[in-house]
């Protein structure tokens, strides 16, 4: 009776909710793609776009800025304070909801009993659980911690890390190398469980993890490891896209997820909010200068870019949509390559692997190589052509962050208003402040000053 | 009134005291039989008392009784619902019995037997709040359902009309939780009724008790806070089978459209043409984008852009149209209403028995709606032997509701219909509408080929159907066996299966499927080919629904008399199951007469439009299965003690478990519980005013719960069968854990007196009431980092007071006989405790007057406002306050306005509410008529809004009071129109002050008339017959605010009278 009676009050009143507990539950939960990779026009997923919005690939006119949200038009001009009150502040939110979602799904697997038989299962799980967590970590990391000065990173603060699921836990900033040793080490943790190529694009890789261990060692300046986790990644797979093939006329030239490049898929967020300025119908502009370099016989020009009355405008994506795609594809791999050879003298053979990626860019027979007379030389060409090849793929905020560090000198200037704007190099406004609806909940959590 | 059998079985207990005193010289042992004087029925329970040997003895189920007295003793009889009888007892007849007639009482609050859906209790020895309706008063008035029934006239019951009926469309005392479901728990006979109220035939209806405080709820546990409506069915009457057959036809006209504020033709065709010198239309008259070319602009600019030479003359001719003709011509109609009903039924000593079939037609005032119900009832009651009953009752219910698409005043979509524009033509042929594309882009897609694109609305509601049929069952049986003595066992069980289709169907000829086919037809331009994405057909949105429900009760009954009370007691045990399964399809290609559907569709890919320049997938929305499973287990038990036939002491306790929070909660959950006490003042020795007949006083205190869904204690996900990229489950996490989660509970404190002066002509009851509302469910803020920005706590409480006052008097009772009935209900609350960041910004309070705010000493449903300082004389602009000074910085207005800064006007539900109620009677002929009111409450008048007029393409009225030139602000507070409009401006505007009026109204609700014949005085072929009218809405006789809009029909049309005719024969 008492058992009976037990699983009468159990019965759960909704079928459709779901109290996690199957292998089964876990992965469902990790294929929520809205969340977890920001899919299609859901406006969610891990990747804050408060970088991007600062980055330089892009101007407004003067009467869509007023339109845009407060928030925006913050981030828009670097203003020392960036939230609003009333606003959700969904560039940290909805990154910590998909490190949420990695952390239900670790804790389960913790005390879940499982049969042999689902060990690849299980596998899968676990893998890109800690990959999905350690993505998430990664993109916060990029807008609300400072850039990652190998020499400060102990002393500087980073991001909270959230490790469980329990509503209970102690939230605190951990320190920046804590941060980033927690990204890298989750990632190589990851690589034991996960499978070379992932089943759907949208579900991490052994292929997806090595690309942004690549990425991730990268932004560490770190480029002998990052070298490593590039050559790792086109060894798996490193075909490329051929734009002679696409049709530049048409309004989203690019394949869906089909596209062979994509090694992971995710979308940076925002699309969803109202008048969010990277929405290329709406209001971002590409910078003139920039739109300059392509050359003519450059296909991107045409695949990326549209014409119109009020300036150039960029397309639509990489992976087929008009959301922004900001997941790991092959093209930013080369490019790491390319630019980890450069860094340690190996010119020919940086822009031999650049050369190559570009070929399949360019108008077929029309790509003259780059050749180059020395490193700084060599370099400026990888960083510029990565400039143009990632373009509004939530990669242009770290590269002027981390090329600052080295002493590149890159300054932001905007034009809103009759009123100039500038972002000197290294400036405190790199780094966006922890919104107030965080803080207001600890007595002792530190503000990042700007 | 009329004493029933049914309450033998609870209440028959017989006892005789003898007294075996000394002086027995006289006296012997005589017989007699009390007998109802009206029905000729035996009535048992009656206290008879010797004077000469004080002795008392109570009647058996026969009506017999046996005392100890002397001929020419005096006898005093005493019986709940008669009039007391004093009479001498005088030598026994053949049969060896004197028949003692006791009158039904006038006085209904003695006569009131209050049912709780576990027991039933006489009202004189109850210590709760109980509200009762009986049949007449049901019977009074004529609906298709018999919520409608109850409005008015009973204090406690609050039915919300006009714009407050969005909040809570009715509630007992209140509303007492803030996410949980407020609705009244609604029991048929002994179990909640879990079924639609809809299938629910008044004229099955017997009497319906209302239990309003703890001590008369709490029987209920834990779904008991929101008070309970207990519907008590019909049973059979008469010895001899009794056929009663009802009917009745009602008419209403077309609503009246004039309470809609509309902006005139000419007004709008000038406004359009003023938008159009401003360079509004100027893209869509260059055309050069996909979306000029498509998105629609109103006819007169569509003239304008054209200029044909004779423009003037044709912009007249759409200033002479009004739109409003053809709406109430061709979308409304006059309803009709037609319902009959049969019940045969009668009552032996074997079986109690009763069929009804029941059959309501209404044509519904839209054209395309109608609804129709039959329901068939049984009703057995076997008396298998002395002591073992059996109960087995059967409804069926079907109803049927149809719509076509037909949005009446509202028709037109998101830009609304033009004041100018024509449905049909001269000839009364449908006019096609263009408010979703521009007439000119869809003639020149449609050269490719493609479908007919226009929209045709008076076309579209026949070719639209949304139907939903529903087929009800429901199954009753019951076993009672009186053990011995006072004991009594009872067993029930209830079976319930509701099953609905619903079907929401559009013909392949009606615009929505042509439209879909057409926006998805992907043309290739060079070849001149098309395929269709969309299949070719129509599009069934189907949805199938079945709740099972199982309810079974053993309950154990035990009644003990003694020297100086009784004891009556119940305790009982029950189980509930109620599983509710959805299956819901969308089918495209649909053809309803071959039954086809065409299954091969692509949804995930995203085609492009023809219609924009984004891609979209094929809408698959609303597909999919649910199932939800409600268990409860609850453990009961009440006690009432009557002492020495005045004192009554009463106490419940109750325990419930479900399955929503896991067994972990539960198994902590507090129990909850109720304990009152009442005192007939007026038999006490020292009471002396003999003109009171009755009074009595009482007062209770408990503890009742609520149930809300909103929470559970596990990680709660819903599971998806595919992703926005994928065709793989997947899973959004709905709520984190919460380990935590208790029922809300409402504490009630009752305090209430019952009175009966003048020979029962004046009774009533006046009550007062504290209601604290705690562990209310809301939501309280989190850490984001969390991965979550808050979660579900019982964290908030509510407190509110009120009372509850009802007079019933007999103001001539001759042959002219007139009584009145006057209610008056006032419950006003609080909330006290929010933990969740309120909010300080005004303006997040001021957009919904109809939403919940949650803010701490005020009402949950609040009109707050922004201040208003009239109109700037020299331009007409709107102004606010800021900081003290006047301002028309609208964004700061807007934006900074703190709640405190808000003017508050007050509660949104009625305050006070109540009827009067005036019935007079001459021989055969009946008339009454209820007055209600409700004070004490406030409501937002509309008015036009700038950025409406540009967007949509309608307007207020308002728009002719606008301010054109200095000096109007005097007159008018409308500020001046203009392009570009502000929004930000326009809501300055709209939330001010001068918007929120007073709702307070009295209303004239209904007059009966009836003429009623009997058998024994007018010789008709029937025991009796009442022909009747029944008119209603009658509409405001007054209403307190200036802006002249009945808040019954705010900027919505307006009912027209009702008037019914019915017939209702007995034989």
Known sequence: ?450 | MKAKLTKCIYYCICYIVISLGSDVRAQQKMDGRVIDAENGLPLAGVTIRSNSTAQITKSKADGSFVIIASVGDSLFFQHVGYEPLHTRYSQPDMQGAIIFRLIPSVNELESVEVYTGYQQLPAERATGSFGRIDRELIERSVSTDFLGRLENVVPGLQFNRGDAESTDPFLIRGRSTITADAQPLIVLDDFPYEGDLQNINPNHIESVTLLKDAAAASIWGARAANGVIVVRTKRGVGSRPRIEWTMNLGVQDRPDLSTVSTISSRDRVEWEQFLFENGHYASAMQGQTLVSRVNPIPEAVELMIADPSDLKGQLERLKEQDVRNDIKDYLYRTRTTQQYNLNVGGNTDKINYLFSVGYDNNLESLVGSSFQRISLRSSNTYKLTEGLQADVSMLFTRTLEKNGDNRGINTGGSVGLSPYARLVDNDGNSKPYFSDYRKGFIDTISQYGLLDWYNRPIDEISLNTNRSTVNDFLVNTGLTYKVWGGLEVVAKYQFHVANSLMENIHDRESYYARDLVNRFSQINRSTGTITYPVPMGGVADLSNQRSTGHQGRVQLNYQKEFDIGRLVTIAGYEIRTNIKKQQNNLYYGYDAENSLTNSRIDFITRFPQNTSTSTSQIPLSNVGVGKWTDNFLSYYSNFAFELLDRYTLSASVRKDQANLFGVESNMKGTPLWSAGASWLLNREQFFSAAFVNSLKLRATYGVNGNVSRVAAAYTRARLSANGETHSLPTAVIISPPNKNLRWERVKMLNLGVDFAVMNSRLNGSLEFYIKKAVDLLAETPTDPTLGFTNVYANVAEMQGRGWDFQINSYNINKAITWQTNLQYSYYSNTLTKYLMPVSTTGRTYVSSLTAIKPIEGKPLYTALSFPWAGLDPTDGAPRSYLNGEISTDYAAVYNTLSLDDLTYHGAVQPVHYGALRNSFGYKQFGLSFNISYKLGYFFRTSTVINSGLVNGWGGHGDYAKRWQRSGDEANTHVPTMLYPANSTRDNVYRYADIHIHRADNIRLEDVNFSYTLTNQKHKIPFDSMRLFSYISQLGAIWYANGAAVDPYFNNTPRSAMSIALGVNITF
């Open chain 1, 1 to 450: 009776m008492a058992c009976s009676k037990e699983s009468f009050l159990n019965q759960k009143p909704d079928q459709g909710h779901l109290v996690p507990s199957k292998l089964t539950d876990l992965q469902a939960i990790l294929d929520q793609d809205q969340y977890m990779n920001g899919a299609a026009f859901s406006g969610g997923g891990p990747i804050p776009a408060l970088g991007e919005i600062a980055a330089d690939s892009y101007y407004v006119l003067d009467q869509d800025f007023f339109r845009l949200p407060e928030v925006y038009r913050n981030a828009y001009v670097w203003n020392k304070d960036i939230f609003v009150a009333g606003m959700k502040p969904i560039d940290w939110d909805l990154p910590y909801q998909s490190i949420f979602y990695a952390n239900v799904v670790l804790d389960n697997l913790a005390t879940m009993n499982f049969n042999d038989g689902e060990s690849s299962l299980f596998n899968n799980v676990k893998g890109s659980a800690l990959f999905y967590r350690a993505h998430a970590f990664y993109q916060l990391a990029q807008v609300f911690a400072p850039p990652y000065d190998p020499q400060k990173a102990t002393e500087l603060l980073g991001i909270p890390l959230r490790l469980t699921a329990d509503v209970g836990e102690r939230i605190y900033r951990s320190s920046l190398d804590a941060v980033y040793k927690r990204i890298a080490d989750d990632l190589q943790e990851a690589l034991k469980y996960l499978p070379d190529f992932p089943l759907v694009k949208t579900r991490p890789s052994k292929w997806a993890a090595y690309g942004l261990l690549a990425r991730v060692y990268q932004t560490m300046l770190d480029y002998p490891q990052a070298e490593l986790y590039a050559d790792k990644y086109l060894d798996v797979k490193n075909d490329l896209l051929d734009f002679n093939s696409l049709d530049s006329t048409a309004s989203y030239p690019f394949a869906n997820l089909n596209n062979e490049e994509i090694a992971f898929a995710c979308n940076m967020l925002g699309l969803g909010a109202s008048n969010y300025p990277l929405w290329h119908s709406y209001y971002a502009l590409v910078d003139s200068a920039l739109y300059k370099q392509y050359h003519t016989d450059d296909l991107r020009k045409y695949v990326q870019f549209k014409r119109t009355d009020r300036g150039v405008v960029y397309k639509g994506s990489y992976e087929g949509t008009d959301v922004n795609f900001a997941g790991i594809a092959t093209d930013e791999v080369m490019l790491i390559k390319a630019e980890c050879l450069a860094e340690r003298g190996e010119v020919e053979q940086g822009l031999i692997v650049l050369n190559r990626l570009l070929e399949t860019r360019f108008k077929e027979g029309s790509y003259i190589p780059y050749i180059a007379n020395n490193q700084t030389e060599a370099l400026d060409i990888i960083k510029s052509e990565r400039r143009k090849e990632l373009l509004f793929r939530g990669l242009r905020w770290t590269d002027i962050r981390r090329y600052n560090l080295e002493g590149d000198n890159i300054r932001l200037q905007r034009n809103v208003d009759g009123k100039e704007y500038v972002l000197e190099p290294n400036n405190a406004r790199y780094t966006y402040p922890i919104p107030m609806e965080v803080l207001s909940f600890y007595e002792d959590m530190e503000q990042n000053t700007r």
